[in-house]
């Protein structure tokens, strides 16, 4: 088992706050990524689970026991360090057995040289043994064994990390930013991995990170927090196609989905720039936010009530992709709107173009930042 | 390469006044340590091995060798770990750190020479604080703490305490005794180098990441014993390689208390090499045999050198 309950959690240094009131249920066998952008308390919030910090109030529940006097060690968890934190003068033979060692030796056989006078040590280090091969050969660092972390390169270390954690089957595993060391082709393989390894682990997963893409793709549930404040939580696909504030729909998705200001009349019907959206919003006479992502403009041929125009200021070709990044024409707005290369590939930084949308995909947001929903009818 | 000799000026001048003020007199030490030579002879005779012939066969200078071992095996030690416990506890304090920390830096910053005359007043047989405050305290709390009536195996009547005491205050003439003055010159360079050791494994701590003992922590190191063990200690091993090779050069060192307090006396018992050095060849105008006394001071130097340099260096850098 391995569920973590997080109730009313606060913390602040001194007089700042940096969690607020935080209530996140964690499910036996999950990936939940705390996602959100640098300064928004996730790690925070992580070392209070992991016990490395006090929570000033809260509760935090690991298999519905409260473990708030419970010191780390105790725990039964297992974090990923960012750096990795890994003993620079032990092997990675030992930096693996070093959680098995303090917990399965006693005081007694921890002694050096008479330690080895206990009956039970022999076994001890067999089963030690086992478990540090069994886990560095699912991690593939078995080569590795005897050399020490500063002969290792950058996501050798990470393996090495991640064993040390695996080796010992915590309750679950808190990662804290442990892929934002490595360059950005190994980043997206080790993506993958970590997705493979936690199905074949099974186990609880708490996975930190700045990155969205990173908590889109590996998470089974994320945790979107900015400033403090858990603004969403659920599946990747969700919180993407269904955010509930402007501040997550601006945090989730790159690029940046866009933001247009319109207004909505007496009848709920919304215009911006010179379009009238088909779909009415549930609250009327008021201004709002229309957020449209990039993948759902296009650019078109058309011109017509329906279409806006602009400059493309900047195109940015990612191969599968071209990002135009375009300033309508009334100067009000700079957007960003994706097409395809087959396409598109013969416009040019400066041409004008007009774009299109694709319909019952535009998001309204409030003056307040809130999400308002489309009227049935 | 090419042809230019513009390296060989920008080097020259370090490499020539090297050649003279370091290395020539070293050379010049060794050649004059096998003859008779006195400052102001006109003339004089190789004598071979004479010279350490003495020094290692009359008894000036076995105790001379025995002195400073003395000196450097008991204050090395002593003065390290000092240092790096009471860098450990500053460490973990909150607050009032800095004024600890200038308490105890403040005899590496004053002049020894001036700190060794307070020592002097200080350890007086008569007049100085330490034996007052010791025959103040005959019958109480010190005779029973100082005079370890504490230990089973001590009995009251016989401590060392009690019979001083008993003797009407018979307290050690701490600098003027065979049996203490050695040890209370290790007390004076104890409390004169920890100080700095302190210091040293002050920035060796902070420079240890946090994580790591996050990770001990995690990894189920409870005690402060095993985070000791498992970070602390072999994080440190750099400083603690440069704090022993420093120390142990320091207090090979030892002159100004020596000087100042015993003049290697009594008996010979605190007359250490730097002070044997300028008392031959300075005070007595014994050349030659100053100059052995200090070859054989660089040989030990040296030694620990390259012991350092080869064999534990190694060890502690990953």
């Known amino acids: ?377 | 390469m090419h042809n230019s000799k513009a390296h060989i000026w920008f080097i020259a001048p370090a490499i020539v006044l090297m050649i003279i003020i370091l290395i020539f007199p070293l050379f010049l030490a060794g050649g004059i340590s096998f003859t008779d030579y006195n400052l102001g002879n006109k003339t004089f005779e190789w004598v071979g091995l004479e010279n350490y012939d003495k020094m290692f066969n009359r008894k000036t200078y076995v105790k001379m060798i025995w002195a400073t071992a003395t000196y450097v095996i008991v204050v090395v030690p002593i003065s390290v770990v000092l240092g790096l416990c009471a860098a450990m506890l500053l460490n973990s304090l909150r607050f009032g750190a800095d004024i600890y920390k200038t308490i105890f830096f403040l005899p590496v910053m004053a002049t020894l020479l001036a700190m060794a005359i307070a020592w002097e007043f200080t350890l007086h047989p008569t007049l100085g604080i330490v034996n007052s405050f010791l025959a103040n305290g005959c019958g109480g709390v010190r005779e029973f703490i100082l005079g370890f009536h504490w230990l089973p195996w001590v009995d009251s009547q016989e401590s060392w305490y009690a019979v001083a005491c008993a003797n009407n205050m018979d307290f050690p003439y701490w600098l003027k005794q065979k049996n203490t003055a050695i040890w209370t010159v290790c007390f004076i360079g104890i409390w004169q180098a920890f100080g700095f050791n302190m210091v040293l494994y002050l920035a060796g701590l902070t420079s240890i990441p946090r994580e790591l003992y996050q990770a001990a922590e995690m990894d189920g190191a409870k005690s402060t014993w095993e985070q000791f063990k498992l970070v602390t200690w072999p994080m440190l091993g750099p400083t603690t390689l440069f704090v022993v090779t420093i120390t142990t050069i320091r207090t090979f060192q030892v002159f100004d208390t020596i000087e100042i307090l015993t003049k290697g006396g009594p008996s010979k018992t605190t007359y250490v090499m730097m002070y044997a050095i300028f008392e031959k060849a300075i005070q007595q105008n014994l050349t030659s045999i100053g100059a052995a006394i200090t070859v054989v001071f660089i040989g030990f130097i040296l030694v620990l050198t390259f012991f350092q340099r080869y064999v534990i260096e190694k060890r502690v850098h990953y």
């Open chain 1, 1 to 377: 088992m391995g569920t973590i309950s997080l109730k009313n959690i606060s913390k602040s240094f001194g007089s700042t706050q940096v969690l607020n009131n935080l209530n996140v249920d964690i499910n036996d066998g999950e990936f939940l990524t705390l996602v959100g952008p640098s300064g928004c308390g996730k790690s925070t919030l992580l070392r209070i689970i992991a016990g490395l910090e006090q929570q000033t109030s809260g509760d935090v529940l690991i298999d519905n026991k409260n473990v708030n006097r419970v010191r780390a060690s105790e725990r039964d968890l297992a974090m990923v360090f960012q750096s990795y934190a890994l003993y620079p003068h032990l092997t990675v033979r030992r930096n693996l057995e070093t959680p098995l060692r303090l917990r399965d030796y006693n005081a007694f056989e921890r002694l050096p040289l008479i330690g080895n006078f206990s009956p039970s040590k022999k076994e001890k280090t067999e089963s030690i043994n086992q478990l540090v091969n069994k886990t560095s050969e699912t991690l593939k660092i078995s080569e590795l064994l005897d050399r020490k972390p500063g002969q290792l390169s950058g996501g050798q270390r990470q393996r090495v990390a991640l064993g040390r954690a695996m080796v010992r089957e915590p309750v679950a595993f808190l990662m804290d930013e442990p892929l934002s060391n490595l360059d950005a082709a190994l980043r997206v393989h080790m993506r993958s991995e970590l997705s493979e390894l936690h199905n074949s682990l099974k186990t609880t997963f708490v996975y930190v990170t700045h990155d969205q893409a990173e908590a889109l793709t590996m998470s089974s549930r994320m945790a979107v927090m900015i400033d403090g404040n858990l603004l969403q939580l659920d599946t990747p696909q969700e919180v993407y196609d269904n955010p509930s504030s402007l501040s997550v729909a601006q945090f989730v998705g790159s690029p940046k989905i866009n933001i247009f200001k319109g207004t909505a009349d007496s009848s709920g019907t919304i215009s911006f720039l010179n379009v009238n959206l088909k779909r009415k919003s549930s609250e009327s006479n008021t201004d709002l936010h229309i957020g449209i992502r990039p993948e759902h403009l296009e650019i078109t041929n058309e011109s017509n009530e329906n279409t806006f125009s602009g400059t493309v200021a900047y195109r940015e070709n990612l191969g599968s992709d071209i990002f135009f990044h375009v300033n309508i024409e009334d100067g009000s707005n700079k957007i960003i709107v994706r097409g395809l290369p087959q396409f598109t590939h013969q416009i040019s930084n400066g041409s004008s173009v007009n774009i299109k949308r694709v319909s019952d995909k535009a998001l309204l947001f409030n003056q307040a930042g809130m999400r308002v929903q489309f009227t049935n009818a």
